[in-house]
T-cell receptor, first 109, second 113 residues
Framework: GQNIDQPTEMTATEGAIVQINCTYQTSGFNGLFWYQQHAGEAPTFLSYNVLDGLEEKGRFSSFLSRSKGYSYLLLKELQMKDSASYLCAVMDSNYQLIWGAGTKLIIKP | NAGVTQTPKFRILKIGQSMTLQCAQD?????MYWYRQDPGMGLKLIYY???????DKGEVPNGYNVSRSTTEDFPLRLELAAPSQTSVYFC????????????FGPGTRLTVL
């Protein structure tokens, strides 16, 4: 079966750095996506990785290791508005997105 | 651009009733998708479309139907609603399928009692 694993919940302090991990087992791999979802709202795109390595976009970075079936999302200089769920999704061999259950990130002052 | 729009925002149905969830996009995207999101679980693909007149089943299509008569619209039909269909439904679209991000509508929160 296909599986995406992420921690259910994480807590961090405003101004700090947090790393959200994602491990996956899918039938094929055509890229990994990270989305942000605030409570009661729609997911919005954060990043896309298809090659191994780090992609940096402002305060957010995403890393991929295809050989290990592993990715992480790194959030720097945390702000209160970063309190949200972060969804990891892998595009499988049929070009369908397989979604993790999401990691709820709580930011404390 | 309005992006992806969905109606209604909220709906309560009785068991056995039917309804249509509306979805429209104004970005001229070829690909459109319907997902459901249940608490503690990842988004599940119900149906998707690669263009007007072409639809295909996703992971959880039972109890749902779709049509795509235009590029803009992709309605989702629930026949004979069941409590298991209580969920938040998201419509999404993308220009390409492989590497393109998906743009999501605001969602429809459906309760079946």
């Amino acid at each position: 079966g296909q599986n995406i694993d992420q921690p259910t919940e994480m807590t961090a302090t405003e101004g700090a750095i947090v790393q959200i991990n994602c491990t996956y087992q899918t039938s094929g791999f055509n890229g990994l996506f990270w989305y942000q979802q605030h409570a009661g709202e729609a997911p919005t795109f954060l990043s896309y990785n298809v090659l191994d390595g780090l992609e940096e976009k402002g305060r957010f970075s995403s890393f991929l290791s295809r050989s290990k079936g592993y990715s992480y999302l790194l959030l720097k200089e945390l702000q209160m508005k970063d309190s949200a769920s972060y969804l990891c999704a892998v595009m499988d061999s049929n070009y369908q997105l397989i979604w993790g259950a999401g990691t709820k990130l709580i930011i404390k002052p | 651009n309005a992006g992806v729009t969905q109606t209604p925002k909220f709906r309560i149905l009785k068991i056995g009733q039917s309804m249509t969830l509306q979805c429209a996009q104004d970005m001229n995207h070829n690909y459109m998708y319907w997902y459901r999101q249940d608490p503690g679980m990842g988004l599940k693909l119900i149906y998707y479309s690669v263009g007007a007149g072409i639809t295909d089943k996703g992971e959880v299509p039972n109890g749902y139907n779709v049509s795509r008569s235009t590029t803009e619209d992709f309605p989702l039909r629930l026949e004979l609603a069941a409590p298991s269909q209580t969920s938040v439904y998201f419509c999404a679209s993308s220009y390409e399928r492989e590497v393109d991000e998906q743009f999501f509508g605001p969602g429809t929160r459906l309760t079946v009692l």
